[in-house]
């Protein structure tokens, strides 16, 4: 045994059940993840709320979708590990992960000359076994990922000559087309108009309470985030600054803390979220005792 094999048997052996914590078949355990010999994320702990939305946010290269990798099973940890029902992810065959977690990572790169229905298809590539072969139930599958992200009438075209934001549909119909219950989405409105936007972010809040779908997604615009997340995670510099209801998360001075932003936080008359209002150099004046 490894002595990172050590750490992960550890880390697993810490998680002990807490009648009074909320269930989460997702968890990071004091995990540290890099890239070489760069640390980005350094024992970082953070449970993943079963049947709600997370939402993790922060300023560029803080480590919020190095820290979605490594709970997707693309990174690695240096040590720590992220647990899936339990048990060490990278413990656990690709298989059983994709067929129990979807993932849309950051610029997914499409087959050449893929067209959008056969990639769309690739989404139930976990499903099939050395004597299944494609099935009404597959069909079925694809046919509803690509209705549910409007992509129906793209089947046909190929992937690669299609726009940013279609593309980018697309590929959210392949991860739906997976048909897991746990669903990670990096920046997955980047590309999207504003209408996209909102029609993706809530497509993805009907498939959890439809559903029961776990949603993590890491998302740039902190306004969206505060409107659609049960559940959010600010992140600075490796490490989680606050968590919790967006209510509790969202404040002047953590927006300051975090982002480094003067700003008010206002009610948002449409959602009754946080909303924030930046304040610039150029209207500070006007709103003097803004935090920084």
């Keep these: 045994m490894t002595a ?3 750490q992960i048997s550890t880390a697993g052996a810490a998680q002990t ?9 997702l968890v990071a355990d004091r995990v540290s993840l890099g890239y070489g010999e760069r640390v980005v994320v350094s024992e970082l702990s953070v449970r993943v709320p079963d049947d709600q939305v997370t939402v993790i946010v922060g300023p560029n290269a803080c ?3 190095t820290l979605l990798r490594g709970m997707a099973r693309l990174l690695r940890p240096t040590g720590g590990a992220v647990l899936l029902d339990g048990e060490a992810i990278h413990r656990q065959s690709t298989r059983h992960v994709a067929r129990t977690l979807g993932l849309l990572p950051q610029n997914p790169v499409a ?7 056969d990639l769309v298809g690739r989404g139930r590539h976990p499903h099939q076994g050395a004597f299944r072969r494609w099935s009404q139930e597959d069909e079925s599958a694809v046919a509803e990922a690509l209705e549910l992200t409007g992509t129906g009438e793209l089947a046909d075209r190929v ?3 299609l726009s940013g934001g279609q593309r980018q549909r697309v590929w959210i119909a392949m991860a739906l087309a997976q048909g897991t219950d746990l669903l990670l989405l990096d920046e997955p409105t980047t590309y999207l108009d504003v209408a996209h936007q909102i029609e993706m972010l809530d497509l993805l809040a009907d498939l959890n309470r439809d559903r029961g779908t ?7 615009d902190l306004n969206l985030s505060a409107r659609y997340a049960d559940h959010l995670v600010a992140m600075k510099s490796g490490e989680i600054v606050a968590e919790g209801a967006p209510a509790d998360v969202v404040t002047e001075e953590t927006v300051h803390a975090v982002f480094g932003l003067g700003n008010r936080v206002i009610t948002d008359p449409v959602s009754h979220t946080p909303l924030v209002v930046p304040v610039g150099r150029h209207h ?8 920084g």
């Design 4 to 6: 990172l094999d050590d």
């Design 17 to 25: 059940p807490d009648p009074a914590t909320p269930p989460a078949r």
């Design 63 to 65: 480590g919020k979708s």
């Design 111 to 117: 087959p050449e000359g893929v067209t959008v229905v």
């Design 159 to 161: 992937v690669d000559e």
């Design 214 to 220: 776990t949603v993590v997604m890491v998302l740039h």
């Design 284 to 291: 500070s004046q006007a709103h003097e005792g803004t935090p």
